[in-house]
């Protein structure tokens, strides 16, 4: 076997590139997030069993964003209090690290993350069954109807990034329409471009491993 040169013995030498993960956290669940990484975000009965799930889903994340996630140690960035839509289930309070500036280079990035995030649900929706395993009580949706619901909600969230996306807007479209305002440095809109990011793309993934759960018979 050839001898390691000096850059891959300094590269071997190199800790792992830390995960900046930030910590919501209501009376019923504690959402853990990965801030550079738009949809890795997981939830949990505290913060401990947050950030055991949140590292449980890398490998599922990696099959999202590529082989260039490296997952190494947890470095918590600081704790927002929930509110009831943590406590409903969906990461809803913001924190200081929101309103970060981002750099062009760095904003082109989280919205290409975000782009395949869209293009990993449109996989998982296509290769599903139209019909999805139901839970103890038969409760749940079908597999159109998750993809539906999905569709719905970011045209709810581009409201919040100050634009307009009508009703029976293609789906294209509308996600076009969303990358455009997240891009924009000038967008108006209650939503800072960091939130928004994180937001929509972990309601996609959300949803794409929902389906891709209940798809298992």
Not at 33 to 50: M, S, V
Not at 101 to 111: F, I, K, N, Q, S
Not at 145 to 164: D, M, N, Q, S, T
């Amino acid at each position: 076997m050839p001898e390691a040169t000096e850059h891959q013995r300094a590269d071997r030498r190199r800790p792992p590139t830390s995960i900046r993960v930030c910590l919501e956290v209501g009376s019923i669940w504690v959402f853990a997030t990965a801030l550079d990484w738009p949809g890795w975000c997981r939830r949990g009965r505290g913060e401990e069993r947050a950030l055991e799930c949140l590292l449980d889903y890398a490998e599922r994340y990696r099959a999202v964003v590529g082989g260039e996630l490296a997952v190494g140690p947890v470095e918590i960035v600081g704790r927002s209090a929930g509110n009831r839509t943590t406590d409903f289930g969906a990461p809803g309070a913001r924190g200081p690290w929101d309103d970060e500036p981002l750099a062009p280079d760095e904003r082109e990035g989280l919205v290409g993350i975000l782009a395949a995030t869209w293009r990993y649900f449109d996989e998982v929706v296509a290769a599903a069954p139209g019909e999805l395993r139901k839970g103890p009580r038969g409760g749940g949706r079908d597999r159109d109807l998750i993809a539906e619901h999905v569709r719905e909600a970011e045209r709810a969230y581009a409201a919040k990034l100050g634009a307009r996306v009508p009703p029976r807007t293609p789906w294209t479209e509308q996600r076009a329409t969303v990358a455009g305002a997240l891009r924009s440095e000038r967008a108006g809109g209650a939503w800072p471009a960091r939130y928004a990011i994180r937001r929509i793309a972990w309601h996609v993934l959300d949803h794409a491993w929902e389906i891709e759960d209940k798809s298992v018979r």
